[in-house]
């Protein structure tokens, strides 16, 4: 069974440009979170969706935003970029919410200038 | 809130010594699940175990093992013969159970492990 994957897979942007990442969870999960991982701030909880509804919401911005389709990919969007949103942007699938074991993609790296 | 602290930073052993991952861990919760990931330079975080609070038994896979204490609220990982292929950042994490959709994942701040040939 295919893992997680994420698209693209490094992406360079400048201050003020907005950004769409994208995630495949593995086949038949259908629970997709995504986290954010920065040397400063380690890893923290963005958002999670399932069945296209968002169930939880870290502490982000508002710039932080996110969406599941109804095959279960889901994308997240990131607008007005600021240099501090330079991270890896981890994406990690379960098959349903509560008890499930997450596992995570590759990876986005994201680098702002 | 959840909290999730590993102390140690950073840890190099000369392959083939055993080495001790701590985490040690704070929740209000009744249930809860603890979780060891593996993250190797390439990025991706590799799940390596899951344990269920109720369940304190320890767990011996290969040449990991996990040792749970609910009494002092750690689950430490340890390697035994480390090899070279074990050299990565290594987090520990919890997730809540408390309500339906409270299922995120709180990180601790991750274990360099560097195993020197």
């Known amino acids: 069974k295919a893992g997680v994957t994420q698209t693209p897979r490094y992406l360079i942007k400048t201050r003020g440009q907005q950004v769409t990442l994208s995630c495949s969870p593995i086949?038949?999960?259908?629970?997709v979170s995504w986290y954010q991982q920065t040397p400063g701030q380690g890893l923290q909880f963005l958002f999670e969706?399932?069945?296209?509804?968002?169930?939880n919401k870290g502490n982000f911005p508002g710039r932080f935003s996110g969406r599941q389709f109804s095959n279960s990919r889901s994308e997240m969007n990131v607008s007005t970029l600021e240099l501090g949103d330079s991270a890896l942007y981890l994406c990690a699938s379960s098959q349903a919410i509560g008890r499930e074991t997450q596992y995570f993609g590759p990876g986005t790296r994201l680098l702002v200038l | 809130a959840q909290k999730v602290t590993q102390a140690q930073t950073e840890i190099s052993v000369v392959e083939k010594e055993d080495v001790t991952l701590d985490c040690v861990y704070e929740?209000?919760?009744?249930?809860?699940?603890l979780f060891w990931y593996k993250q190797p330079p390439s990025g991706e975080l590799v799940f390596l175990i899951r344990r269920n609070s109720f369940d304190e038994q320890n767990e011996i896979s290969g040449r990991y093992s996990w040792n749970f204490q609910k009494s002092t609220s750690s689950f430490n990982f340890t390697i035994t013969a480390s090899q070279v292929v074990d050299s990565a950042v290594y987090f520990c994490?919890?997730?809540?159970?408390?309500?339906?959709?409270?299922?995120?994942?709180?990180f601790g701040t991750g274990t360099r492990l560097t195993i020197i040939p």
């Open positions: 929740t209000r919760d009744t249930t809860y699940y």
């Open positions: 969706y399932f069945s296209e509804t968002q169930r």
């Open positions: 086949s038949g999960h259908r629970s």
């Open positions: 994490a919890l997730s809540g159970f408390a309500n339906f959709g409270n299922e995120k994942l709180t």
